[in-house]
């Protein structure tokens, strides 16, 4: 049994891949808390499909991908707050526009490389497998990025997300505070796009997140709950990747998905047999 | 009753106010000051722009003319002096907080950025959470509350934030008697404190008794001034008698005039 379970950690590869999903988790549960309790998770998404042609574009010039996927996140994180303030188009259909826009540019642009499809497919549902030392202090470096940030505007960014109108009768720029946290998403879904893939990042974004908000009604346990969870989800999905020879990133949001809905039918047993009055 | 001086004739000064979104003003015409140390009631119905009104002054809602001066300057610079009290169906209540972690928010613009609360701020928070007698309840999540008690939680709030000027959006609307009662012997108290406290309400009961002076608002101030003085059938007829100012039929806006049959 032991031997089965520290086989595959035996091999480099291995050992980053569980560093840089687990850390990947990490930072998206805590992001996620924000997410799933302001309702972000369209955002999430569409802030995950705009980056695409930005690894596309570090792909074909050689570049780091990563630097393509922020700047490209972050501009339509920028762009997706301007379109909310002004214009007659409402919220989810200009991200709507904008986020299947850029993520055809990206396909169109990686359709020009002859036998594309493998890259395509890694950088669409990830390869954590094939995640380099030099990507996982990268990866560490943004996450510790991201968690700093919480941790200093951690009471600001918990009264925006409570009660945005007071934050901003109290004289907090609230504007500041919600492009300071489209940041964050933007920068947790590029730490996540080797782990579960461009496609995928949304799932890691909530459902860890909305798993531990099943569970507790306070704040920070949440977010602790959430990294939990997306911990958990990665190392069982790493190992279903290596013994069943399955896709990691697919394996690791499902996992995390399963999870969910034990959770939840936990839940409801438990409810069921301890009726409140 | 004794009143701490201050050096400012008003405390609030709101100089021909029109405020809304868009072309159209949602409120317009509003001029008003309140003496510091005052409790003034916001009547009319609902519609009438209550809510606008303190949205306006708060600056959560875009000035359109005028000007509104605390203590004898922009308004906009000293927002951390100002409470406000949100109506009740603005706040989640299932987002995952406890009753204390509510409060607290009241102390971040004392405690700065990058700081944590401190022992005194913990303390202020209990020291609120007793004047709205909700001691059992400071480890709850909100969820779990009546929604006085919330209504209490969020004054509780505001006391934590010790601000100058209180703006209430409808604290006792959707509370019970009792509950009622308490905040306002608690709103009275603040005012024997120096506080200004303003209170938008419907319940014309109680503005009778308990302010200093009532502003009558249908979109437009009907009237401003001691209650004794405005609470006359032809001003309560023009704040209450008819729901729509405005009426939009097609292309025609007709204005539905109180002058009409008068």
Redesign the interface.
Same mark, same amino acid.
């Given at each position: 049994m032991i031997d089965f379970l520290i086989a595959p950690f035996e091999f480099g590869f291995m050992q980053r891949a569980l560093i840089g999903s687990v850390l990947a988790g990490a930072v998206c549960a805590l992001v996620g808390t924000y997410v799933v309790l302001r309702g972000l998770a369209f955002i999430g998404d569409a802030l995950a499909h705009a980056a695409f042609p930005g690894v596309v574009i570090a792909y074909l010039l050689k570049a780091n991908i990563y630097l393509g996927a922020t700047i490209f996140a972050v501009i339509t994180a920028v762009g997706i707050g301007l379109v909310s303030r002004r214009g007659r188009v409402s919220y989810d259909t200009a991200i709507g526009i904008l986020f299947a826009g850029a993520f055809a540019l990206g396909v169109l642009l990686m359709s020009k490389i002859p036998g594309y499809t493998v890259d395509l497919f890694s950088f669409l549902f990830g390869n954590v497998l094939g995640i380099s030392t030099r990507d996982l202090l990268l990866v560490g470096a943004l996450g510790a990025i991201v968690a700093l940030t919480i941790i200093l505007f951690y009471k600001e960014l918990l009264l925006l997300s409570f009660d945005p109108t007071t934050a901003e009768a109290m004289g907090y720029p609230v504007r500041g505070l919600n492009y300071l946290l489209l940041g964050l998403i933007a920068l947790t879904i590029v730490i996540s796009i080797q782990a579960v893939g461009i496609i995928l990042v949304v799932a890691l974004l909530v459902t860890p997140s909305a798993t531990a908000y099943l569970l507790t009604v306070h704040f920070f346990r949440m977010m602790m709950l959430g990294i939990l969870f997306a911990a958990l989800a990665a190392v069982i999905g790493l190992y279903l990747s290596y013994y069943l020879n399955v896709a990691s990133g697919a394996a690791i949001v499902l996992v995390s998905t399963c999870l969910f809905f034990l959770v939840l039918a936990a839940r409801r047993l438990w409810r069921v047999r301890t009726p409140q009055a | 009753m004794v009143k701490r001086k201050t050096p400012w004739k008003y405390c609030l000064e709101v100089r021909d106010l029109s405020a809304g979104y868009g072309e159209r003003a949602a409120i317009e015409g509003i001029r008003f000051a309140i003496q510091p140390g005052h409790m003034i009631g916001v009547i009319g119905p609902n519609g009438a722009g209550k809510s606008t009104l303190f949205k306006a002054i /708060?600056? /959560?809602i875009p000035r359109q003319h005028g000007e509104i001066l605390l203590h004898e300057a922009p308004v906009?610079s000293? #927002?951390?002096l100002?409470g406000?009290l949100?109506q009740l169906e @603005?706040?989640?209540r299932d987002?995952? =907080? /406890?009753v204390k @972690? =509510?409060v607290m928010?009241g102390r971040? $613009?004392r =405690?700065g950025?990058?700081r944590? $609360?401190g022992p005194g701020d913990k303390q202020a928070v209990h020291q609120a959470l007793e004047r709205v007698d909700l001691l059992p309840q400071t480890g709850a999540?909100i969820?779990q509350l009546s929604g006085g008690q919330l209504q209490r939680v969020l004054l509780a #709030?505001v006391l934590a934030?010790d601000p100058h000027l209180l703006l209430l959006d409808e604290p006792v609307s959707g509370v019970d008697a009792a509950s009622q009662h308490a905040i306002f012997a608690l709103l009275e108290e603040l005012r024997e404190n120096g506080k200004t406290v303003v209170v938008a309400t419907h319940d014309l009961n109680c503005v009778v008794e308990r302010f200093d002076q009532v502003l009558c608002l249908n979109r437009r101030m009907i009237a401003y001034g001691p209650p004794g003085e405005v609470f006359r059938q032809d001003i309560l007829d023009r704040t209450y008698g008819h729901h729509l100012m405005i009426v939009q039929v097609g292309e025609r806006r007709v204005v539905v005039a109180d002058e009409h049959g008068r």
């Open positions: - | /708060l600056g /959560l906009l000293q #927002r951390a100002m406000y949100p @603005d706040i989640n987002f995952p =907080v /406890l @972690d =509510v928010m971040y $613009p =405690v950025w990058f944590r $609360p999540q969820g #709030r934030q």
